[in-house]
């Protein structure tokens, strides 16, 4: 009987800590789910209200400068290409969902991809105080890589030095070629700032999904998806992304520089 008595105890108490511990579970994913549907709603918000507000200037004849009229144009270009990046990030959560997440690799002039596609941001990281510095080396190669994916995943890492990095600061953008861990040659893409950096306890959580440093006001707050999305585009291009010491730096302190490394298989030919 008393045998008895302790495994009826024994197994309540185990059922008690594994059903405390799915409701643990089912609340953290409650709360994921919560600040997901919020991070998305403002960062769809903002370029959204940035047309309003120039289409409305615009249709009301506020704007009849020539040159004014130029600049509101560029600004509406560059919210509406913000708008279909954010919306394909988001299709692309559901593809990884679903197992069909792939990049399509074609050869790609690497300086023609990646520097429109700063000076594309140079206004808004200008607008958050930040300056922007491109660093492209000659010659470089073409590379097999998606250029949809591979451009998402660059402005992802622009736009997360944007909300972290250090009013009165710098970004920088450096691509140039270089060596893989096991001594091979790969093409290096790296996004560094000279703000706060990154946590200890952050540093292996950065790529997950749904993951994101504590906002500390509007600035920073998003959908925690574009690390995992940048991570995810770089597997599947049978590369790595990986946070990596800056240039100069011995270790991940001042700042922080997000590497993607496209091994060098992928070299198709030099120009």
Known sequence: LLSGMFAVVAALIVVGFWGARALRRRAELEQIRSDFIAGVSHELRTPAASLELLAGNLMDGRVTDPKRLGEYYAAMQRD??????????????SRLERGSFKVEPVPTDVEALLRPLAEDQRPRLSDAGLELRIAIADGLPEVALDPAATERAVANLLENARKYASDGGRVELRVAMGCGPRGNSELHVEVSDNGPGVPEAWRDRVFEPYERGKAEDSLKAGAGLGLALVRESMLAHGGRAELVARAGQQGLTGGACFRLSYPVSLVEKER
């Open 80 to 93: 509406a290409v913000r708008l279909q990046r954010l919306v394909a990030d988001v299709l692309d959560v």
